[in-house]
């Protein structure tokens, strides 16, 4: 009886201590990745600021090619959404909303992966010569959640390869199409 009182002991130290690390962990998490395009900002653009492009190049499509994709709004800036559906775990359910829309320099969104939480992502499009620089940035709030705040330390680690690829695939698309 002892060393189950011990051991229940144990759990409960243990479970508060992670508790009480996870207020001192980041309340937000950021992953942001680059790549150089050779291409102008005008030719990028159109891929990043419409949902619908956003198929030829997603990371995430190709985990789970029966994701169900529906689109609203216009065909293209501010108001454009996806909402998508997939039984794939790494793909899920959720929707991404054009937001803020700056012709051939940005696009913002706005994410929502529904009991999952909310997130804002943004495309930046940075010339330098005849290439430009393509900035994919990603941004969660947790708030005092303490399960999201140590989920938000793998953020970079989860994320951070899907980005690389989805701005690799958008490389190949937009310079296969020069």
């Known amino acids: 009886m002892k060393l189950i009182k011990r051991v229940f002991l144990g759990l409960i130290v243990l479970v508060l201590a992670l508790v009480g690390i996870a207020y001192l962990l980041p309340s937000k998490a950021e992953v942001s990745r680059s790549i150089t395009i050779n291409a102008a900002p ?32 216009p065909e293209s800036g501010v108001g454009n959404i996806l909402n998508w559906s997939s039984d794939d775990p790494q793909v899920g359910t959720g929707s991404q909303e054009i937001v803020a829309s700056v012709e051939n320099q940005s696009v913002q969104t706005a994410l929502d992966f529904g009991p999952m939480g909310t997130a ?31 989920m938000g330390v793998m953020m970079d680690r989860w994320l951070g390869p899907d980005y690389e690829r989805g701005l690799m695939n958008l490389k190949v698309l937009v310079e296969g199409q020069r």
């Open 42 to 73: 005008e030719v990028i653009f159109p891929y990043v600021n419409s949902m619908q492009q956003t198929e030829h190049w997603s990371p995430w499509l190709h985990r789970d090619p029966e994701t169900k994709l529906t689109y609203s709004g």
């Open 120 to 150: 804002s992502a943004a495309f930046l499009l940075q010339p330098d010569g005849d290439q430009t620089q393509v900035t994919w940035g990603f941004e969660s709030e947790f708030g005092m959640n303490p399960m999201s705040r140590w």
